[in-house]
């Protein structure tokens, strides 16, 4: 299974792309996760090969009170969206990319197969709200 692996280009880390995501992105929500989604230009700049989709995760400290539970979720949270990805391909036309926020509604954590199931959710609802 060829491409699995996450490569720095597909992190969302601009702020200003981000403000952006938030002002002007589509929210949709699979509980215990919220995605906020934006079709964006693709920066034809950098040595980067062009992505699909840039993707971010946010586990706020006001739900999730100690820092080992925010990791462990983020890396769960992660991994479900690496095995899933693979939704987002073909979606958008050439010279288009996708930025992606995923955030933590819940107040508790929940087991992987809780999230991989909401981020299953989440990306097919994604798909089908870009064709």
């Known amino acids: 299974m060829p491409g699995l692996r996450l490569y720095k280009s597909e992190k969302l880390c601009s702020k200003i792309e981000i403000e952006k ?12 996760l919220r995605a906020v989604w934006l079709a ?3 920066d ?3 040595n980067n090969r062009p992505v699909a989709a840039r993707f971010l995760i946010s586990i706020p400290k006001k739900r999730i ?4 539970d925010r990791v462990l979720l983020r890396r769960r949270t992660r ?13 958008l036309q050439e010279g288009k ?4 926020g995923f955030n933590w509604l819940a107040n508790h954590e929940c087991d992987y197969t809780t999230i991989e199931r909401s981020m299953h959710e989440l990306l097919c609802k ?3 709200g870009t064709t």
């Open 21 to 32: 995501l938030y002002a002007r992105g589509t929210s949709i929500i699979a509980y215990p």
């Open 40 to 42: 964006v230009p693709c």
């Open 97 to 100: 990319t996708l930025l992606i």
């Open 126 to 128: 994604i798909t089908s």
């Open 79 to 91: 991994e479900a969206y690496r095995l899933n990805r693979h939704l987002l391909e073909g979606v």
């Open 65 to 68: 009170r100690h820092a080992v």
């Open 44 to 46: 034809g700049g950098g």
